[in-house]
């Protein structure tokens, strides 16, 4: 009894004895190299219809529910000038009523059914996701079916999207970010159809050029079943699946019978979508270039600072974007948040992306600060650049180690669901042309890097006098400290 | 003591029976499956609560500790406090240097941060789930040990004074929020919001940060939450270990009372905005309150789905809306619904306001449709099992509710409510909150 009251005191006093924190207890719990994920491909069907349309098929039978993730190849990449912005519009409306289901009838559908289902648009394809309880199956397909297949242009609430869409451009214009965007892209990519979203006045003039006939058109030019490619993934059954997707989308873009001949209707319409090409013209001009909207009213000023960059098949993305991470990762231990933020307090964030597009990509660094201490922020930004490119301060074995670790720790976590392999996997095969393990030579090739090799990267393609700045901010409180400097600075005054 | 907890959602089952009448015609239709919500929970006898969530398909752990203080606890005068002290316990303890914590997270390929809101301040760190310890060390130490060392704190506030201009000053919305509820709660801390007013920032000294360090920094007013790839037992250990010997401390909290609001209050604000807004502040019980979930229903069933009311009638037949929407701010004292419509101009502001407040009184006095309410529980239902994907988000539902209303079992109650919420239960919330005399409404205007 006497040894088991002392176990129990003894116990007791070693569950409540104080910790003694220092820096090596730290030490030592932080110690850690995660292993090398392996993302696992989930069981799919690639099914490719006589019409072109590529589905793949997942079955997760974890939740009762059912996902769609789609890419429509093309992108803001086919519209025109005159045209800019037609891209949303069209899906705008699609997504609104179709030839079967009035507005409302659309709108109650989703709804009673909990269905949820949208579009981006992007530069290089569209894309469409939906959502819905897995005893809604057949309501989401043929939901899908619909949108898809029988848009309605020139319905009666097209002047009412035309009139939001308009309000939504002229608020845009008076929003600092939209400002900044929109100097920056339309100077990076000129008139190339890249830079046709963020640019306002464009979209603004372009919008009185949209009409439903126009909106047909572009439909009729764009969307098509060879060039779609959906996934569904959740509680289904693949061959019931399959029978479904045959009965809701085999006839699109099929010829209507002939009611003269007596043979069935074999043909489908001319179905080949023509996606444009147009090259991303470089400006030496912008190389240096200061540019300064002035937003009497705002209280900071914001930055965008960059340059064009390469396209998606650039050889070294992955060596580049690791080594990126360690100049403006956006962690508080890239080299710009240590700097900015950490050291000097100029900053509440700041980061450098890296951004691909298949034509042609770009890379900027964007932060906001006070409008005194622009100037010298700026300054700091190419300061830190120039520092590791000149190898004054090298990139760092364990700055490295740090990324590829947090990187192996959080792959696994993006590519948790089979709904986020599939859908990086139907984008890298089927838009990208890569092979369907791509997802794990990327994670094979950053583990490999060496800080000598990313350190090499980023010497080689970086540019730190090539920065075309674009700066949204009050010009009385911006310009003095650029006068006091000597540099030369466009001064945009907002109409 | 280790209790196991089942989320019972057999009740989810009874929702879907009456959403599935609906569907009467229809064949053919599986059974929706429901699957549990389970997790563990302890207590440590310094009042320290702990909830586990086990999720082991991947090798990671998200931990984070909520501590039951936010804006609300603030007097005026240090407005903004409680989210300066979470920008401070980055600034280093007596182990541990500046920002060092983020190193060590970043060492071992993990994530951090942290948040203030209203009524609670949050820190978490995701984790390769065998580094548990490491964040649990971190947390016990900058709950005790913190280092607040004057010119790191004035050159952080510079910082937070940076987020203020950002988040608020630069923003139409935020700067017009902070107005307008500022003329909704006079008397009661939600006058001003979580980032505090700039006059008070400037005027907080680390003196004031220490005492509100200490007053609120205790076991007894923490919830620990751990998630994914972790063992509960272990979980247990690791806590009795970094957090056993902390003793609990006596916590006192600023009690102020909003009076009742006796009359509709107006604010305009002329912003540098093209479109006009209109945000209407209605004054809601405490998160908790049996009413909310039929208050979440009407405002769905008035501005939120696609097939509103107010989208129906005002923004497609009317064409004089761009948009509308509203939500809940649900709190440990009693909140507010906000709801806003954008006018297509400011000529059609005031008859927009007016042919709102017509949509509000058709509902109460014609009612609600079956079918409006079905939606209603259709997207709960819908929501609810999707929320199941990911475990933290789960985890982080359950740790609100505890550390607001020290109630793990919120999230069983709503869904009983909801299973029983009848057309007749809206509209009396309807008549009950949604009257002028409870309202401040705040007229965002183009300035020119």
Same mark, same amino acid.
């Not at chain 1, 009497?296 to 600072?305: F, N, V, Y």
């Not at chain 2, 983020?102 to 580094?131: C, F, I, M, R």
């Given at each position: 009894m006497l040894l088991l009251a002392f176990f129990q005191v003894t116990y007791s006093e070693t569950v409540l004895a104080k910790v003694e924190y220092n820096k090596e207890l730290f030490e030592n719990l932080a110690v850690n190299k995660n292993k090398i994920p392996h993302i696992d491909i989930p069981d799919y069907k690639r099914i490719e219809f006589e019409n072109g349309l590529i589905v793949y098929l997942v079955e997760d039978h974890q939740l009762p529910t059912v996902e769609i993730k789609g890419y429509i190849n093309g992108g803001r990449r086919q519209e025109v000038k005159s045209l800019a912005g037609i891209s949303s519009f069209m899906v705008e409306m699609m997504n609104t009523g179709t030839k079967h289901f009035n507005e409302k009838e659309l709108a109650n559908y989703k709804d009673i059914n909990g269905i949820d289902f949208g579009f981006g648009v992007e530069n290089d394809y569209l894309s469409f996701a939906g959502s819905a309880l897995s005893t809604d199956t057949e309501e989401i397909i043929s939901l899908m079916s619909e949108i898809l297949q029988e848009p309605k242009f020139n319905a009666n609430y097209f002047t009412r999207v035309k009139q939001e869409l308009y309000r939504g451009l002229a608020q845009a214009k008076t929003q600092e970010s939209n400002l900044l965007d929109m100097y920056f892209y339309k100077n990076i990519y000129k008139n190339h159809p890249y830079s046709f979203d963020d640019d306002i006045d464009l979209n603004i003039a372009a919008l009185s050029n949209i009409t439903p006939d126009s909106l047909q058109r572009f439909y009729d030019q764009n969307i098509s079943p060879s060039n779609t490619i959906f996934a569904i993934v959740g509680d289904i059954d693949t061959k019931r699946m399959e029978k479904m997707l045959n009965k809701y989308f085999n006839q699109w873009g099929m010829i209507e019978k002939d009611?003269?001949?007596? &043979?069935?209707?074999?043909?489908?319409?001319?179905?080949?979508?023509?996606?444009?090409?147009?090259?991303?013209?470089?400006?030496?001009?912008?190389?240096?270039?200061?540019?300064?909207?002035?937003?009497?009213?705002? &209280?900071?000023?914001?930055?965008?600072?960059?340059?064009?960059?390469?396209?998606?098949?650039?050889?070294?993305?992955?060596?580049?974007?690791?080594?990126?991470?360690?100049?403006?990762?956006?962690?508080?231990?890239?080299?710009?948040?240590?700097?900015?933020? &950490?050291?000097?307090?100029?900053?509440?964030?700041?980061?450098?992306?890296?951004?691909y597009n298949q034509l042609g990509g770009a890379y900027y660094i964007s932060t906001e600060v006070k409008p005194a201490d622009t100037y010298q922020a700026i300054q700091e930004i190419k300061e830190e650049m120039i520092s590791i490119k000149n190898g004054e301060k090298k990139i760092k074995e364990d700055e490295l180690f740090k990324i590829i670790n947090l990187y192996n720790a959080f792959f696994p976590k993006s590519y948790k669901s089979k709904l986020s392999v599939i859908n990086r996997i139907i984008y890298n095969v089927e838009l990208e042309g890569r092979d369907v393990d791509y997802i794990n030579k990327v994670i094979k090739e950053y583990n490999q890097l060496s800080a000598t090799k990313a350190q090499k990267v980023f010497t080689e393609y970086s540019y730190p006098q090539r920065f075309l700045t674009v700066i949204v901010g009050n010009k009385e409180k911006i310009l003095p400290k650029f006068k006091e400097q000597g540099i030369d600075v466009e001064v945009v005054e907002v109409k | 003591?280790?209790?196991?907890?089942?989320?019972?959602?057999?009740?989810?089952?009874?929702?879907?029976?009456?959403?599935?009448? !609906?569907?009467?015609?229809? $064949?053919?239709?599986?059974? !929706?499956?429901?699957?549990?919500?389970?997790? $563990?929970?302890?207590?440590?006898?310094?009042?320290?609560?702990?909830?586990?969530?086990?999720?082991?398909?991947?090798?990671?752990?998200?931990?984070?500790?909520?501590?039951?203080?936010? $804006?609300?606890?603030?007097?005026?005068? !240090?407005?903004?406090?409680?989210?300066?002290?979470?920008?401070?316990?980055?600034?280093?303890?007596?182990?541990?240097?500046?920002?060092?914590?983020?190193?060590?997270?970043?060492?071992?390929?993990? $994530?951090?941060?942290?948040?203030?809101?209203?009524?609670?301040?949050?820190?978490?760190?995701?984790?390769?789930?065998?580094?548990?310890?490491?964040?649990?060390? !971190?947390?016990?130490?900058r709950m005790r040990n913190l280092k607040i060392d004057p010119k790191e704190f004035n050159r952080e506030k510079e910082v937070v004074k940076q987020e203020r201009r950002m988040r608020v000053e630069n923003n139409v919305f935020s700067s017009s929020l902070e107005e307008i509820q500022a003329k909704a709660f006079q008397e009661s801390s939600l006058h001003h919001q979580v980032i505090g007013w700039m006059k008070d920032l400037d005027n907080i000294t680390s003196d004031d940060i220490r005492d509100y360090y200490t007053r609120y920094y205790a076991p007894n007013n923490a919830v620990m939450v751990v998630s994914g790839d972790v063992n509960p037992e272990e979980v247990h250990n690791l806590a009795k270990k970094y957090y056993g010997s902390y003793q609990p401390q006596e916590v006192k909290r600023l009690e102020t009372i909003e009076p009742e609001q006796k009359l509709e209050r107006v604010i305009k604000l002329e912003k540098v905005t093209r479109v006009p807004i209109i945000a209407m502040l209605y004054k809601i019980p405490k998160g908790d309150h049996p009413d909310i979930v039929a208050i979440n229903a009407l405002l769905d069933i008035l501005v939120n789905n696609s097939t509103s009311r107010v989208k129906t009638e005002l923004q497609k037949k009317k064409r004089m809306i761009l948009e509308a929407g509203g939500f809940t701010v649900g709190l440990r004292k009693p909140g507010y619904a906000l709801l806003y419509t954008v006018p297509i101009s400011e000529g059609m502001v005031y008859d927009v306001r007016y042919e709102f407040d017509q949509e509000l009184k058709k509902l109460i006095e014609q009612g609600v449709q079956k079918n409006e309410l079905e939606i209603v529980k259709k997207r709960v239902l819908k929501d609810l099992i999707f929320s199941q994907k990911d475990i933290s988000s789960a985890a982080d539902t359950v740790a609100t509710s505890v550390v607001r209303y020290n109630d793990p079992t919120l999230y069983q109650k709503n869904i009983q409510r909801l299973k029983n919420l009848t057309t007749k239960d809206i509209i009396r919330v309807a008549k009950k909150y949604f009257v002028r005399d409870n309202r401040t409404i705040g007229y965002i205007l183009p300035k020119d």
């Open positions: 009611e003269k001949q007596s &043979t069935e209707k074999s043909k489908y319409q001319e179905l080949e979508v023509e996606i444009k090409t147009p090259a991303v013209e470089i400006d030496t001009e912008n190389y240096g270039r200061v540019i300064l909207v002035n937003k009497p009213d705002a &209280t900071q000023a914001k930055i965008k600072m960059g340059y064009n960059f390469f396209d998606n098949n650039f050889k070294d993305k992955v060596a580049f974007t690791m080594a990126n991470s360690v100049y403006g990762g956006g962690d508080f231990e890239s080299r710009l948040m240590d700097n900015l933020r &950490t050291k000097k307090g100029f900053v509440y964030g700041i980061s450098a992306t890296d951004q | 003591m280790r209790k196991i907890f089942k989320v019972l959602v057999l009740s989810l089952l009874l929702i879907l029976f009456g959403v599935n009448s !609906i569907y009467a015609n229809q $064949s053919m239709k599986k059974e !929706i499956f429901i699957p549990k919500l389970d997790y $563990s929970h302890f207590k440590l006898d310094n009042g320290l609560e702990i909830y586990v969530f086990e999720d082991h398909k991947i090798p990671l752990a998200k931990f984070s500790i909520w501590y039951k203080v936010g $804006s609300v606890d603030e007097p005026e005068g !240090i407005s903004g406090i409680s989210h300066l002290l979470e920008h401070t316990m980055f600034l280093g303890t007596d182990s541990l240097g500046k920002n060092q914590v983020h190193q060590l997270v970043k060492a071992v390929g993990g $994530s951090n941060n942290a948040g203030t809101y209203y009524d609670y301040t949050t820190y978490y760190e995701e984790v390769p789930s065998a580094k548990l310890e490491l964040a649990m060390a !971190i947390e016990a130490d």
